[in-house]
C-alpha cells in the first residue's frame, strides 16, 4: 500500500521570546505595523495585514531572545495524524500540543527535527479581522504576510535529504562549496508554496535560528519602513541596510529586536511551480550570491543568531559545530 502523502500547506507562524513584552509590542507594532490580535502576562500574539487568522508571530516572555518553534500548516487535521505515524516511524522526538494551549490554535504535533529545530504542525486556527483594506488603520510599517524561516544547522546533508524525501519540500535555490571532488552543498532554499522558499537550512554552527522572513509589497515599502524605523528611534536595530540578495532575487532589509530576534522584510522573488522548473545552483565564492550588488554583510549578520528550545523542556539546546558526511556515506 502507498504511503499516505501529507499536505503541508506553508511556513505559518514562529513563537520567539523576548524579555520585555511592553518594550517588545512598542517595536513590533509602533515600528514594525504588527497587529495585536490578544495578550496575556506572558504572550502577545500578533499578525499582519493580509492575515485573517489569529497570529503568524508569537512573542513569548524569557530570559532571552531564543526560537521556541516554527510552524507549518497543513491541508486538513488528518494530516496530523499522518505526520504522528510518519514521526513514530521515524523514531523522532515529538509531543502533541492540545487545542487552545496555543491561544487560538487548535490542536497541532509538535518535533524536534533531526537537526535539531523545534517545528509545529497544525491545521486549525481562529478567524481575525483582515486589515488589507483597512487602509486608514494602516501604519508606515506595512508587513503583509509571513514567508520564510531561516535556521542554521550542522547537518545540512541529513536535513535536506529528510525534508525532501519525508515531507515533500522542493529546492528553488542551493549554494555548494569546494571545487571539483571537494564540492558539498551549504545552503538550501525549500518551499512547500510556490515561492523561493519557506525554510533556508544554512550549513552552520547549530541548531540556531538566523531569522524569520516577512513579505512586503515592494522596494519602496521596505525603504518607508526604513524611515519609519529610525524616525522613531531605531535606526540602530537596522542591522542590514536595504539591498538585494543574489540567491532568491528578493529586495531586503534586516532588523533586530532589543533582544537579538531578527526580521527580514522582504520582496521580489518569484514562482517556482512549474513542473520543468530547474534548482538555482550557487557557489559559496560568488560574490553576488549574498548581495547581488556585491557589498559584504555585517559581521553580526553573518555570525549571530539565538538559541533554540528543547520542545520538552524548553532548555536551550547547545550549540554544535559543523558535521560533514564522509563521502562513501555520501554514496550510498
Not at 502533541?96 to 497541532?108: C, L
Not at 497544525?122 to 535556521?151: P, T, W
Not at 529586495?251 to 511551480?273: K, M, P
Amino acid at each position: 500500500m502507498a504511503k499516505k502523502t501529507v499536505d503541508i500547506v506553508r511556513f505559518h507562524h514562529a513563537e520567539i521570546t523576548v524579555t520585555d513584552l511592553d518594550r517588545a509590542r512598542e517595536f513590533y507594532c509602533r515600528g514594525l505595523g504588527f497587529i495585536e490580535t490578544e495578550s496575556d502576562a506572558e504572550h502577545i500574539y500578533l499578525r499582519a495585514i493580509e492575515d485573517s487568522n489569529h497570529h503568524c508571530l508569537v512573542l513569548t516572555k524569557g530570559k532571552q531572545g531564543s526560537l521556541k518553534h516554527i510552524a507549518y500548516r497543513v491541508g486538513s487535521d488528518e494530516d496530523l495524524d499522518v505526520l504522528d505515524e510518519l514521526f513514530t516511524e521515524l523514531g523522532m522526538k515529538k509531543i502533541w500540543i492540545g487545542a487552545g494551549e496555543e491561544k487560538g490554535q487548535g490542536r497541532a504535533l509538535r518535533i524536534q527535527d533531526p537537526g535539531g529545530m523545534p517545528v509545529e504542525f497544525f491545521y486549525e486556527m481562529d478567524k481575525a479581522e483582515r486589515m488589507l483594506q483597512k487602509y486608514h488603520l494602516q501604519g508606515n510599517s506595512k508587513v503583509k504576510r509571513i514567508d520564510h524561516a531561516n535556521c542554521l544547522i550542522t547537518n545540512i546533508d541529513e536535513l535536506y535529504d529528510w525534508y525532501s524525501k519525508h515531507l515533500g519540500f522542493r529546492t528553488s535555490e542551493f549554494t555548494v562549496n569546494g571545487y571539483e571532488e571537494d564540492e558539498h552543498i551549504w545552503a538550501a532554499w525549500m518551499h512547500r508554496k510556490p515561492s523561493v522558499h519557506d525554510l533556508a537550512l544554512i550549513s552552520e554552527k547549530g541548531p540556531r535560528y538566523h531569522h524569520t522572513g516577512f513579505w512586503m509589497d515592494d522596494a519602496k515599502s521596505i525603504l518607508d519602513a526604513c524611515d519609519h524605523l529610525a524616525s522613531l528611534g531605531y535606526y540602530a536595530h537596522i542591522e542590514r541596510s536595504p539591498g538585494r540578495h543574489g540567491t532568491s532575487n528578493a529586495f531586503f532589509v534586516y532588523v533586530r529586536d532589543h533582544d537579538g530576534n531578527r526580521i527580514e522584510l522582504y520582496t521580489g522573488d518569484y514562482f517556482t511551480n512549474d513542473p520543468d522548473f530547474e534548482p538555482i545552483k550557487w557557489h559559496l565564492d560568488d560574490p553576488q550570491r549574498a548581495t547581488f550588488w556585491g557589498a559584504l554583510p555585517p559581521e553580526s549578520w553573518r555570525n549571530e543568531a539565538v538559541q533554540v528550545e528543547d520542545i520538552f523542556t524548553g532548555q536551550l539546546l547547545p550549540v554544535e559545530t559543523v558535521k560533514r558526511l564522509e563521502k562513501a556515506e555520501n554514496q550510498n
